[in-house]
């Protein structure tokens, strides 16, 4: 893989969709952005609340623009961090990135065959950002579908 | 009747598959009644802004419950809605052709926006499109 296309964003979204839907049992939005953060393609599933497809595409945007996970950018600006070198790094953050930066877990970003980002996915609406069930593993099985 | 993703990826589908057709590269998006976003796919090498320049065209069709291209005849300085484009709503108000409602009989479902080609291609996409969708 060395860009994202439309079909591989449409592959990508199909699993997601499908995962949310038949094992998450959550309805949510997804998105998925190219190497410059630009919006390739977003879905709403069904019953998902509206305000949903903004977050996920601001997730898959962060992840671009930052080269990490939005879970690794909510970790730096956790309150329990403060006081800790990452913590007092992190905090100063939150005012930059002309507020798309996005500090929620829920996303996954897409290496290329030389291993640079080409893209994210991202995710909103399942209750949780991490875990089992959550927003992440909801990007997690649209990137598996992209590495089969 | 409330617009879904199936449907909406039905639209978006048929959509790209009428802009290959005419050599086209665009964006298209799908919101429902109230201007929500539903779907959007930005086709292969479509431009950046056409992304947004298509979600603002179906939200504007929504919320107005006409074509987007409408919108412009409140800008006439003779008619009394001169100004509407001024107040800028939401930042999302275009008066850019290629955006038009999706009805259910007479009921607005939804809208669709195209953004790539011509005003006049776009409006010629959203409408086959409008017109071929089976509602169930």
Known sequence: ????TLEMAKKALKASVRWA???????????????????????RMDGAA?????????????????????????????PRALGKQLGDHGIGLLTKGKGRLTFIAGSVPITGDDGEIIGAIGCSGVPAGVGEISDSSVCQAGWSALYD | ?????????????AA??????????CSIAVVDEH???????????????TVDIAWDKAWTAAAFKTASSDISKFGDASKPNFGL??????????????????????AIIGA???SGGTPEEDVAICQAVVAALKLD
Request: proline share 3%; hydrophobic share 50%.
């Open chain 1, 21 to 43: 839907r038949d094992i998450a049992e959550n309805p949510c939005s997804v998105a998925v952005v190219d190497k410059a953060g630009a919006v390739i393609a977003v879905e």
């Open chain 2, 16 to 25: 790209v598959k009428h802009a290959k057709k005419i050599g086209n590269r």
């Open chain 2, 85 to 106: 484009k001024a107040t800028n709503w939401n930042d999302r108000l275009t008066t850019i052709a290629g955006g038009l409602p999706i009805k259910n009989g007479k």
């Open chain 2, 112 to 114: 669709i926006g195209v």
């Open chain 1, 50 to 78: 509206q305000a949903t497809t903004d977050i996920a595409i601001e997730k898959a945007w962060s992840v671009v623009a930052f080269k990490v996970p939005t879970l690794m950018l909510a970790r730096m600006i956790d």
């Open chain 1, 1 to 4: 893989m060395k860009e994202m």
């Open chain 2, 35 to 49: 201007g929500w976003l539903v779907a959007l796919y930005k086709m292969d090498d479509a431009l950046l802004p």
């Open chain 2, 1 to 13: 009747m409330i617009i879904t993703l199936k449907m909406a990826r039905q639209i978006i589908d």
